[in-house]
């Protein structure tokens, strides 16, 4: 069983900034086994995928809407994976969630293992 637990979220004006980070826990090398990534549901929306990261940390995957935009990394050391989001946008305004998977194509298709329990980010113009 893995725990994921988000934070950062807020209230942002439109070209701004926000990092979201995601503490994941659980037993033994548990972070290290899964593709790790990020997924948003604006209200009134279906879940859509945003970044994903593979094992390593050395691949990365971005959706079309956030590329150029959205910089996903992870740190192995402190479990954590994060979302560095720039020129943000009010289409960007969706409560996010951490996710963890077997590899990029299933958090891509939304089925992932572990959900976190989502942040909400909202940006004002």
């Known amino acids: 069983q893995v725990q994921l637990v988000e934070s950062g979220g807020g209230l942002v004006q439109a070209g701004g900034s926000r990092r979201l980070s995601c503490a994941a826990s659980?037993?033994?090398?548990?972070?290290?086994?899964?593709?790790m990534g990020w997924l948003r549901q604006a209200p009134g929306k279906e879940r859509e995928f945003v970044a994903a990261?593979?094992?390593?940390?050395?691949?990365?995957n971005y959706a079309d809407s956030v590329k150029g935009r959205v910089t996903i990394s992870r740190d192995g050391a402190e479990s954590t994976v994060y979302l560095q989001m720039n020129s943000l946008k009010p289409e960007d305004t969706a409560v996010y969630y951490c996710?963890?998977?077997?590899?990029?194509?299933?958090?891509?298709?939304?089925?992932?293992?572990?959900w976190g329990q989502g942040t909400q980010v909202t940006v004002s113009s």
């Open positions: 990261i593979n094992l390593s940390g050395g691949s990365t």
């Open positions: 659980g037993p033994g090398r548990t972070f290290s086994s899964f593709t």
């Open positions: 996710a963890a998977g077997w590899g990029v194509t299933t958090l891509v298709a939304g089925r992932a293992t572990y």
